[in-house]
């Protein structure tokens, strides 16, 4: 299920794509309400363990944990997919996650930037 707006309903899992280092403008602190506010009960990441290009750097699973950790998510509410090299990978590794797991319902965070591309792919699956 694709919401378009703030959800209703308490939801199964937040999808966190990997954003490049410096990318992250409040998506942590709202991931993290979600679960602290029992709106959702998973977080869920995956990243490309520290990809780098000349004008992207992804940081990697560690600091995504530990800075869902910092803000008081407890480990066993966040889960790891698999490695992904790119958006659309990562929304794969989504729903192999929430197949596997039987979830119903999750939203996506995005940047403005990384909006289209998110539920795009996420359409296309």
């Known amino acids: ?8 309903e308490p939801l199964d899992a937040i999808f966190f794509h990997s954003r490049g280092g410096d990318d992250f403008d409040g998506l942590f602190e709202l991931a993290s309400s979600f679960v602290s506010d029992n709106r959702a009960n998973y977080i869920a990441i995956c990243t490309g363990e520290g ?7 992804s940081p990697g699973t560690d600091y995504y944990f530990e800075n869902f950790l910092r803000l008081g998510i407890p480990a066993s509410e966040i889960v790891v997919g698999r490695k992904s090299n790119n958006t659309k990978e990562d929304t794969n590794v989504f729903l192999e996650l929430a197949q596997s797991r039987g979830w ?3 939203a996506l ?14 359409v296309d699956s």
């Open 104 to 106: 119903q319902s999750a």
């Open 1 to 8: 299920m694709v919401l378009s707006d703030w959800p209703q």
């Open 51 to 57: 990809m780098q290009y000349p004008d992207y750097f």
């Open 109 to 122: 965070l995005a940047q403005p930037h990384q909006l289209l591309r998110e539920f795009l792919g996420a």
